[in-house]
């Protein structure tokens, strides 16, 4: 986890490129039967580097399907796993996909605690909500 965070970094210091490879390289790494949580994170994070909707869809149904299996020590990113997905839809023009994505998220934020990122991500679930209902925004 902690060389996923140093590249969570770089991620969120702005280098895309550099973010994206790494984590391929420690998805590779990891392999198809490493740690769940591990799996998840990583295509979590590998959907963020994405430059085309489809793509970012694709490691984020990735990084949900790891969290299935990695059972209750994923279940805090649920809410956000589900959220992303709603997004992804949203960008690719499926707002029923998108809808039934936003409604898994909302749900699952009932496990979340009363802290800064569950406040985030709720709110992310507003704003996702809004996008959705205005038929006149484009992603």
């Known amino acids: 986890m902690t060389r996923i965070g140093q590249v969570a970094m770089l991620l969120h210091a702005g280098d895309r490129e550099e973010a994206r490879n790494r984590f391929a390289a420690l998805w590779e790494e990891l392999g198809e039967h490493g740690d769940p949580l591990h799996r998840c994170t990583v295509a979590h994070f590998m ?51 998108a809808r039934s994505c936003l409604g898994r998220a909302r749900e699952a934020a009932a496990v979340l605690g009363d802290d800064a990122y569950a406040d985030g991500v709720r709110a992310a679930i507003g704003r996702m909500e809004l996008r959705l209902d205005a038929p006149d925004q484009l992603p």
């Open 47 to 97: 959907a963020d580097t994405q430059d085309d909707p489809e793509a970012e869809l694709d490691w984020d149904l990735r990084a949900l399907y790891a969290a299935d299996h990695a059972a209750l020590a994923a279940r805090g990113f649920f809410p956000s796993l589900h959220l992303n997905l709603a997004a992804d839809y949203w960008k690719v023009g499926e707002n029923r996909m």
